[in-house]
C-alpha cells in the first residue's frame, strides 16, 4: 500500500478499463504480441473492485477510466462498434455502481468511419453522461495509417469543438510506423510518449487546434516529448510550408493540458511548469498497464516535487479536474 500525502483527494484522469469478454482478451493477447509490452506481475485484470483497491491505497478519490482507441483496427466495422459500446457500457455501469468514484471518457469506433465514431459519440455522452472522450494520435497501420489531424477526422473534430467536450489523447501502440529496438524497449516504453507528442504537433501545425479550440485536448504521460520539442517545430515547420508563424505554433501548444502518469520526475515536472501554467497540469498513473509499485514511484516523485508548495499540489491532484469536469467538485449539490 502507498502512502498518500495527507488529504491529496486525487483525481486520476489515466486509468484504464478492460472488459473481460473473449473478443478483448484476444485483443489483449495481440496488444502484447504487437507490442512486446508485458503487463506487470502486480497489476491486475481490470474490475471495478481491483481500481478501488488501488485508488483507496493511492490517495485517489475518481478515477476517470479510458481505454486508448485502435486496439481493435483490424476487426470488421460492425465488431469495433460492439467493442466501443462494451466498452463504453462496462465504464458506466462501474460509475452507477460506485457514485464519485469513476468518471470514463468514451471509446469510439475507428474514426476514420466517421458516422459510426459520431453516433458513438452521441450514444456515449448523451445517454450515458461521459466526460469526455478518447482518442489515439494514429488509426491503422503502414502505409494506411492516418494521423488524427488529418482531414477525414474533420466531422469529428467540428462536433468536438461545438460540444466543448474533453479529449484525453493517447500516443499509439499499434506500432502504426514504429517497431521496438530491443525487448527492453517494448512500444509502450520507447514510442507511445513520443507518439503523443507527435499527435499534437500534427494537430498544431495542420491547424487544426487553431480551428476547433474549444475541443479541450489532455496530452497523456505529460505529452511525452513535447515539452522539449515544441520549439523544434516552432521554427522548424514554417520552413516547410506550415502557414503559422513560430509564436502562434508555441501558443497552440501551449493551450493543451498534460497529466503526470509514468512522467512523474523532476525533469519532466519541471519543464512542464516551465511550459504551461499550472492550471493545465493534472494527475494520472496509468493503471493497471502498470502495477501499483510503479504507479507509486512516480505518484510519490510528484508528491515530493510539491511538498513545499501545498496550495499547487492540491491543484494539481484534484482542482484542475474539478474546473475541466465541475461534477466533480465537493461543492456541487
Keep these: 500500500m502507498i502512502n498518500p500525502l495527507s488529504g491529496p483527494d486525487r483525481v486520476d484522469f489515466h486509468h484504464h478499463v478492460f472488459p473481460g469478454g473473449a473478443q478483448a482478451t484476444l485483443l489483449r493477447r495481440k496488444l502484447v504480441d504487437a507490442t ?27 478515477a476517470v477510466l479510458s481505454l486508448p482507441n485502435d486496439l481493435e483496427h483490424d476487426l470488421a466495422p460492425e465488431q469495433r462498434q460492439s467493442f466501443a ?17 469513476f468518471g470514463f471518457f468514451a471509446h469510439l469506433p475507428c474514426p476514420t468511419d466517421v458516422d459510426a465514431a459520431l453516433a458513438e459519440l452521441r450514444y456515449a455522452l448523451d445517454e450515458l453522461g461521459a466526460d469526455g472522450v478518447t482518442l489515439t494520435n494514429v488509426y491503422g497501420t503502414g502505409e494506411d495509417a492516418l494521423s488524427i489531424g488529418d482531414e477525414v477526422f474533420e466531422p469529428l473534430w467540428a462536433e468536438l469543438d461545438r460540444r466543448r467536450a474533453l479529449v484525453f489523447l493517447h500516443g499509439e501502440q499499434t506500432q502504426g510506423r514504429n517497431r521496438r529496438p530491443n525487448r527492453f524497449l517494448p512500444t509502450p516504453v520507447s514510442e507511445v510518449p513520443n507518439e503523443t507528442y507527435k499527435g499534437a504537433a500534427d494537430l498544431v501545425t495542420r ?14 504521460h505529460s505529452g511525452g516529448s513535447t515539452p522539449f520539442l515544441a520549439a523544434r517545430v516552432a521554427v522548424l515547420s514554417p520552413h516547410l510550408g506550415c502557414e503559422l508563424s513560430p509564436d502562434e505554433i508555441l501558443e497552440d501548444f501551449r493551450t493543451f493540458y498534460f497529466e503526470t502518469a509514468l512522467s512523474g520526475f523532476t525533469t519532466n515536472l519541471t519543464a ?59 461543492s456541487t449539490p
Design 36 to 62: 512486446g509490452w508485458e503487463f506487470p506481475g502486480g497489476a491486475p485484470r481490470w474490475t471495478p473492485e481491483a481500481s478501488l483497491a488501488f485508488m483507496d491505497g493511492h490517495g485517489i478519490r475518481t
Design 85 to 101: 459500446r462494451e466498452v463504453n457500457d462496462l465504464a458506466h455501469q462501474a460509475v452507477l455502481d460506485h457514485p464519485g468514484r
Design 207 to 220: 491547424g487544426r487546434k487553431r480551428r476547433y479550440p474549444h475541443a479541450r485536448i489532455i496530452l497523456s
Design 272 to 330: 512542464l511548469e516551465d511550459f504551461v501554467p499550472p492550471e493545465q497540469i493534472l494527475f494520472g498513473t496509468d493503471f493497471p498497464a502498470a502495477s501499483p509499485e510503479m504507479t507509486g514511484w512516480y505518484t510519490k516523485n510528484v508528491d515530493s516535487y510539491f511538498a513545499g508548495r501545498p496550495e499547487l499540489h492540491a491543484r494539481i491532484m484534484h482542482g484542475n479536474a474539478e474546473t475541466l469536469l465541475p461534477r466533480l467538485s465537493r
